[in-house]
């Protein structure tokens, strides 16, 4: 997610959308495209930069992977209104900070585009209070590359001449 961390133990949020409401649309090995739109740490966030998402749902749970990073995270999926979909996840970084993804998009057949926000919070060594918030939104757009929806070159008739 652009910001990418190794979120294996990232902690999931209590609420949210039940599973059996997320498009099966939204499953499978995505393309996605970042650009920076605004932040208040340059040195931090990437102005731009090209992921692999994977969304799979075991069980109950929806896991967002990033072959690129090996990065693995539970998701939680916030609302369902037609093709619009929120989903975050909140994961521990670096001993002391949590990172906080919030992505929202509009899914269209093997492509999406929207929003990911971004909070990074780092909190005291010592006393374990806020010290630090840092933020980033980037507009993001998405290409299927794998998965049920995508229209498979070998399933199309071949047109004999």
Same mark, same amino acid.
């Given at each position: 997610m652009?910001?990418?961390v190794?979120?294996s133990? !990232?902690e999931?949020?209590?609420? &949210? ?7 099966k649309a939204l499953? &499978?090995?995505?393309r996605? +495209?970042a650009? *920076?739109d605004? %932040?208040?740490a340059? +040195?931090?966030?990437?102005p731009?930069?090209l992921?692999f998402?994977s *969304? +799979?749902r075991?069980g109950? /749970?929806i896991?967002l992977?990033n072959p690129?990073?090996g990065?693995?995270a539970e /998701?939680l999926v916030q609302t369902v209104e037609?093709n619009?979909?929120v989903f $975050? =996840?909140?994961?521990?970084?670096d001993g #002391? =900070?949590i *990172? %906080? ?5 509009r899914l #269209?057949? #093997?492509?999406? $585009?929207g929003? #990911?926000?971004?909070v990074?919070?780092?909190?005291? *060594?010592?006393? =374990?209070r806020?010290?630090k ?12 590359? !794998? &998965?049920?929806? /995508?229209i498979?070159t070998?399933s199309i ?5």
């Amino acid at each position: 997610m652009l910001f990418f961390v190794q979120a294996s133990n !990232a902690e999931v949020f209590e609420a &949210g959308v039940a599973i059996e409401h997320v498009p099966k649309a939204l499953y &499978g090995s995505w393309r996605v +495209s970042a650009k *920076l739109d605004k %932040t208040n740490a340059h +040195s931090i966030f990437k102005p731009q930069s090209l992921d692999f998402w994977s *969304l +799979s749902r075991v069980g109950d /749970v929806i896991e967002l992977d990033n072959p690129m990073t090996g990065a693995t995270a539970e /998701v939680l999926v916030q609302t369902v209104e037609g093709n619009i979909i929120v989903f $975050s =996840k909140k994961s521990p970084y670096d001993g #002391n =900070k949590i *990172l %906080t993804d919030t992505v929202t998009i509009r899914l #269209n057949g #093997n492509e999406f $585009s929207g929003i #990911n926000s971004l909070v990074l919070e780092t909190f005291s *060594l010592i006393d =374990k209070r806020l010290i630090k918030t840092q933020t980033a939104t980037y507009h993001i757009k998405g290409e299927k590359i !794998a &998965g049920e929806s /995508v229209i498979e070159t070998s399933s199309i008739e071949e047109i004999q001449p």
